[in-house]
């Protein structure tokens, strides 16, 4: 059985701050991926990123950044520099082949001016 | 742009109401979901559906069905509406495993269910 935890509910910080919201996944499989979605308070989920389990190369978009490490089984997330755009729900996921995406209950992120 | 369109942002129903709750996507994807999103439980997956006129539980169908006659629609089907039914509700689309094995799934907008 897979199994997503993000163990932060809320996270609150000001803006221009650094923030790492937490992954941890559970697979018995050896093949899976990972992703990260973002809801904004629109409410529609936004793709960010998705990862295959033998990449473990970290990544780097703009102020986003992914650091995957199959030794602690986490997959997180860190925002450079916040903006109050930033403010949303975060949230981790994971399938396995041919199994649908199992979410962990999200993080939400309020960054304040 | 993949698009997937939910009918309505948000509903109102009262108890023992059947309530339909239409999805649509325009990129011809095979897999379709609807999930339940509550405060603290995260998204819950109701229903899936690999194909037209196929459909597998999720880990919540109790309560709940759906119909995929066609494959750029799924619907989710509250036979009986009951309060503890009143949530948010997002359908998403993804490729076909087949095609894709790490294909992300595309969400619509979301309904947000009341029932009184």
């Known amino acids: 059985a897979q199994k997503v935890t993000q163990a932060q509910t809320e996270i609150s910080v000001v803006e221009k701050e650094d923030v790492t919201l ?3 996944y559970e697979t018995r499989d050896t093949t899976y991926y990972l992703f990260w979605y973002k809801q904004p308070p629109s409410g529609e989920l936004v793709f960010l990123i ?16 992914w650091n995957f490490q199959k030794s602690t089984s986490s997959f997180n997330f860190t925002i450079t520099a916040s903006q109050v755009v930033d403010s ?7 399938n396995s082949g041919y199994s649908t995406l199992t979410f962990g209950k999200g993080t939400m992120l309020l960054v304040s001016p | ?30 897999n379709m979901f609807w999930y339940r999103q509550d405060p603290g439980l995260g998204l819950r997956l109701i229903y899936f559906s690999y ?9 919540i169908p109790e309560g709940y069905s759906v119909s995929r006659e066609k494959k750029e629609r799924f619907s989710l089907i509250l036979e009986s509406a009951s309060t503890n039914q009143t949530s948010m509700y997002l359908c998403a689309s993804s490729l076909s495993f087949h095609r894709d094995l790490n294909t992300e799934a595309f969400f619509g907008q979301g309904t947000r269910l009341t029932v009184v």
């Not at chain 1, 998705?50 to 950044?65: C, H, L, T, V």
């Not at chain 2, 993949?2 to 109401?17: A, F, N």
């Not at chain 2, 194909?51 to 880990?59: I, L």
């Open chain 2, 1 to 30: 742009d993949v698009k997937v369109t939910q009918s309505s942002r948000y509903l109102v129903k009262r108890t023992g109401e059947k309530v339909f709750l239409e999805c649509v996507q325009d990129m011809d994807h095979e």
């Open chain 2, 51 to 59: 194909d037209v006129k196929m459909k597998e539980k999720g880990d």
């Open chain 1, 50 to 65: 998705r990862r295959n389990s033998f990449d473990e190369q970290n990544e780097i978009s703009g102020r986003y950044s």
């Open chain 1, 88 to 94: 949303a729900v975060y949230f981790c996921a994971q």
């Open chain 1, 22 to 24: 937490d992954c941890v």
